[in-house]
């Protein structure tokens, strides 16, 4: 079957790194993504990674991809006040008629 | 361009009552997919459409749902006879074409449908 699993909470120091963990268990995923939801919105797009990479870095954030272990993560470096949110991981499911979300992990910053 | 529309932001339904979400998605997105978000969970799908299909349904109830994407005007979920645990967030996203052309095709959110039924 198709399950996400993200851990629900996160806290960190602003300026410190965040990194966001994630695994998923369909193996035929062909795209993993990063979405970014603040309170009372939408779901924004933050990121997205093809299975046949490893990492990818698009400025503060960094996602790695482990396709053996299926396991993703998100850095966010230097984490800012405007980084708290509920990010959420997702994939694309085997039949790539739907994108398979997370539960989400709420991030909060620390002063 | 505006992004993808939804309405009303805010529903309140008495249980038994009938609930219509709009979605209108971004201009030249064909396809659309709803998503329901419940108190502190996250996003789970409920079907996907392309203009006058449902595509994949297979998130959505058996009974009292139902969801339309006519040739002219928005997207439509309907819930009949509303329950309790139907309160939720309702998200609607397009996207230009198929996902599985990737980042070509990314999926749009709007901000939701919050639905309290009482």
């Known amino acids: 079957g198709e399950d996400v699993e993200q851990s629900l909470f996160l806290s960190v120091r602003e300026g410190d790194s965040s990194v966001i963990n994630c695994t998923y268990t369909d193996s035929s995923s062909t795209y993993l993504y990063w979405y970014k939801q603040e309170p009372g919105a939408g779901l924004q797009l933050l990121t997205y990674i093809f299975s046949n990479m490893d990492m990818k870095q698009d400025q503060r954030l960094t996602v790695l991809l482990n396709k053996k272990d299926k396991h993703l993560s998100l850095r966010i470096a230097d984490t800012q006040t405007g980084d708290s949110a509920i990010y959420f991981c997702a994939e694309l499911g085997s039949s790539a008629s739907k994108i398979i979300f997370g539960s989400g992990t709420r991030l909060s910053i620390r002063p | 361009n505006a992004g993808v529309m939804q309405n009303p932001r805010h529903l309140v339904r008495r249980r038994g009552q009938e609930a219509r979400l709009r979605c209108s998605p971004m201009?030249?997105?064909?396809?659309v997919y709803w998503y329901r978000q419940l108190p502190e969970e996250g996003l789970k799908f409920m079907v996907y459409?392309?203009?006058?299909?449902?595509?994949?349904e297979s998130g959505m109830p058996k009974e009292r749902f139902s969801a339309e994407f006519p040739k002219e005007g928005p997207s439509i979920l309907r819930i009949q006879q509303v329950v309790r645990g139907d309160s939720a967030a309702y998200f609607c996203?397009?996207?230009?074409?198929?996902?599985?052309?990737?980042?070509?095709?990314?999926?749009?959110f709007g901000n939701g449908t919050r639905l309290t039924v009482t």
């Open positions: 201009k030249g997105h064909s396809h």
């Open positions: 996203a397009s996207s230009p074409n198929r996902l599985s052309d990737g980042y070509n095709s990314p999926l749009h």
């Open positions: 459409l392309q203009k006058e299909n449902i595509i994949d």
